[in-house]
């Protein structure tokens, strides 16, 4: 049953785009985090593993069914988010970026490995979750769980997007992502708009934790170091700081991932999603939608 | 206060380098001679990551053995100990683990490890310390001959056939039973084993006049999504792929490829052998799917050892548990022919062994290359079952 080139193409891209809306989900999360206190969070990657099992065991040991398993997991992890930031970044806000970004290190080691210690590197298995039915469109193959993965992913973006630009919190983080004193001195709780960041951006990773699962089936306590880097590299793709450029990002690197293992470099695969970071530093270090913001003296 | 410091800190880049040359070159005794204190034997084994199945099963298998020979007396009047190392299914873990069961816990032999690359990461150090070492399936042909000098290693030996063997099956039972004349192949570009057993059947499909239709990479270890190298197979339409990997990515691979739409049957090595397959791949996309192995579980030659199993584990051993066991009784054997715990006795003892009966068969080593002949078993998966198909003997 030899496809055609244009099948196959679309095949890719079908497949790419379930991948990168995956990536979008977390890629948001570092977004925001880096929008509003300029930390890039290198344990993100980690609380989405962390979301992985929470689901896991919402589905294995509660028996919820996937939305209620998928809340749960996602308050979960806001929780989770919350405290991290509590514990690990607050007491750092005015000290210099380095030694945040290296404690951001040492929290996602600090998951990974406690989580190896709790949960033993031994690989768990999502139960099936969605009817096993394939659609097929004119000779591309789609599976019931590449649509709900799309569209939970489009509907959980296109919630805090709206959340971000229309609600009064929105509006807060905006401002104080834009400057944290003029926010304090408008009287906007800035300690509570961080972690209320902190929480959305777990949750949104939570959340591709447990598409994750229920699509690819098994979860180990180090599935978060590749996705988390290759989420980075979106976010930085399309702009650190914003999020429509979280978004596009984490598809544009989904589809251009798919595409390079379609031309039958699969090996670089991963290679490639680090060029990209490499390429965008140097030739527009703001990312696709960023703008160069110069200070006014 | 300037001085204070500057004597300090020489004091302790002295004390440093001190204990740092004490570390090297210390050679670990082969154990004390006195009756009392147990045997030490180390376990370099895969207890975590992606191919714990192996490892987890044959360290039960290794325990099962030393404690129904301990019952009995243990060896040379001594009891035997198994003292395990989690290599966590890396290479570069390996290096240190052995390391460790080597210079730190002084064992006098290695069980281990039960996979190619991990296996070949801990045989410098093996070396070096002059312990010997067995791995129960490793089937990569580096583990016993040094593909630089053409020799054999002279402290390595295995308790399985080797890939060439396992290719040699494989491409025979493809080009006659499964009547395919076009294969795919995809490889673990992580691991030697897979590497290895991917070049054997490549050369026997040739020879038996199949066309390779392409070949594609992943991963191993840390990639979970398969679907664009397997977009690229399904356009090539081969008769069959052909698979050497382990089994947490082979389920996977099955899986997505049967989403694809993909229907030929695939075939692989002892690494899909893990129940863990049909959990991760799920009973229906296992269909059509074929593996080689070292034994089948439900062999009757093997029953007493799987009900032993079953009655101290509670659940049913795979073949790597199988080989474990052989390998841990191989070594109470030679431990016994050489009449000590000296390292040198015992690799002379393990290196002239003949006729040792295992259960998975009868293993005499060849000392030129260290290997025993075994025969391969052929399994294909029905409806979540492996189904024992047919038995190849070593020409």
Known sequence: ?297 | MKLFSKGFSLGMIALLSVSLVAGCGTTPKAGSSDSSTPIKVGGNLELSGSTAMFGQGAKNAIQLAFDQQNAKGGVLNRQLTLVAADNKSDAGESTSAVTKLVSQDKVIAVIGSMTSSVTLAAIPVVTDSKIPMISPSGTNTKLTMDPATNAVRPWIFRACFIDPFQGQVAANFTLTNLKAKTAAVIIDQKSDYSKGLAESFVANFKKGTGTITGTEQYVGGSDKDFRSILTNIKAQNPDMVWLPGYYQEVGLIVKQARELGMTMPFMGGDGWDDPQLYNIAGDAALNNTFYVDHVATDDPALATFVSDYKAKYNNAPNAMAALGYDAANLLIKAIDDAKSTDSEKIRTALENMKGFKGVGGEITIDPKTHNPQKSAVIISNKDGKPVFVTRVAPQ
């Open chain 1, 1 to 297: 049953m030899g496809s055609g080139i244009v099948t196959q193409i679309f095949q890719q891209i079908v497949n790419g785009l379930s991948l990168g809306s995956i990536y979008a989900l977390i890629a948001l999360g570092y977004t925001m985090v880096y929008g509003i206190i300029k930390l890039i969070n290198f344990a993100h990657g980690d609380i989405m593993m962390v979301g992985a099992y929470s689901g896991w065991f919402a589905i294995t040991v509660l028996h919820l069914p996937f939305l209620p398993a998928l809340l749960f997991s996602m308050v979960a992890c806001a929780l989770l988010g919350v405290l991290i930031e509590r514990i690990a970044y607050k007491p750092l806000r005015n000290a210099s970026r380095i030694a945040a970004l290296i404690t951001a290190i040492g929290v996602s080691l600090f998951l990974e490995y406690g989580g190896m210690l709790l949960l033993t590197a031994q690989v768990r298995t999502y139960p099936p979750v969605f009817p096993g039915t394939m659609y097929i469109v004119g000779g591309v193959y789609f599976k019931y769980g590449d649509i709900v993965m799309l569209i939970t992913s489009f509907v959980l973006m296109a919630l805090l997007h709206f959340t971000v630009q229309y609600t009064k919190v929105g509006k807060a983080m905006r401002a104080v992502s834009f400057d944290q004193e003029a926010a304090l001195l408008m009287g906007i709780n800035t300690n509570n708009i961080i972690s209320f960041t902190f929480a959305i951006g777990s949750a949104l990773a939570a959340a591709a934790g447990v598409l994750m699962g229920v699509y690819f089936n098994t979860i180990d306590p180090l599935m978060g170091i590749i996705p988390g880097l290759k989420a980075f590299v979106a976010a930085v793709l399309g702009g650190i700081g914003i999020i429509p450029g979280a978004m596009v990002g984490g598809l544009m690197l989904g589809l251009i991932e798919s595409i390079v293992s379609g031309f039958g470099a699969s090996t670089w695969r991963d290679a490639v999603a680090f060029l990209i970071l490499i390429l965008v530093l140097i030739v527009k270090p703001s990312g696709l939608f960023g703008k160069n913001v110069r200070e006014k003296v």
